[in-house]
């Protein structure tokens, strides 16, 4: 992970990822600070695209919205964040149509973030309150070296609240996603 030196806004992000030089390389912006990232690792990678499929899959069966994968998500009136989960899901009443060829304009409903080399417990921590207080209702934490996910919501109060599911657990979409059910035992097999 390196932080890049200045104050950098969407615009600016959009630029530099399209730069020929950084083709193999992740960004993420939160409060203007640019952070560069190596390309995932293996485990991460085929977790990202498992949970992703699972999404996908869910929605497919129900069509209630729009999963997506390795996109990028600003609050609509934050120029200086730009976050990019492993996975998302947006339900369809909060798709903005016609799509954006750029950035999305709205946090998505739920959001998977994949804690690993490339993507540090401590930075995920930093990213969550910006999801959650700009319309993401779930955020999942995927942990692998604790073969577990850490669910993240507000509660009435607007404080997050977390609770750690292990691998003989079973993530619930809860409200956002109704009906998704993913045994975790399955996901770290």
């Known amino acids: 992970m390196k932080i890049w030196p200045g104050r950098y806004d969407i615009d600016d992000v959009w630029e530099i990822v399209h730069r020929p030089e ?3 390389k992740r960004f993420e912006l939160l409060d203007g600070q640019l952070v560069e990232f190596p390309p995932a690792g293996f485990q991460h990678g085929v977790l990202a695209a498992e949970m992703g499929f699972h999404l996908y899959d869910a929605n497919k069966r129900e069509s209630l919205g729009l999963a997506t994968a390795r996109c990028g998500y600003h609050p609509p009136d934050d120029r200086w964040t730009v976050l990019g989960p492993s996975a998302a899901f947006t339900r369809k009443e909060r798709v ?3 799509l954006a060829k750029k950035y999305a304009a709205r946090m998505p409903d739920l ?3 994949i804690a690993s080399f490339c993507n540090p417990r401590d930075w995920v921590g930093e990213k969550l309150p910006k999801y959650l207080q ?3 209702q779930l955020v999942w934490i995927v942990i692998p ?3 577990g996910v ?3 919501r507000l509660d009435a109060d607007g404080i997050i609240q977390s609770e750690v599911i292990g691998a003989d657990g079973a993530l619930s979409g809860e409200q ?5 059910s993913l045994e975790l035992a399955a996901l770290f097999s």
Do not use: I, M, S
């Not at 956002?176 to 998704?180: A, N, S």
């Open 134 to 136: 700009n319309g993401t």
């Open 150 to 152: 850490e669910v993240c």
């Open 111 to 113: 959001a998977v973030e």
């Open 145 to 147: 070296d604790k073969q």
């Open 22 to 24: 950084n083709d193999d």
């Open 96 to 98: 903005q149509y016609p």
């Open 176 to 180: 956002v996603l109704p009906g998704f």
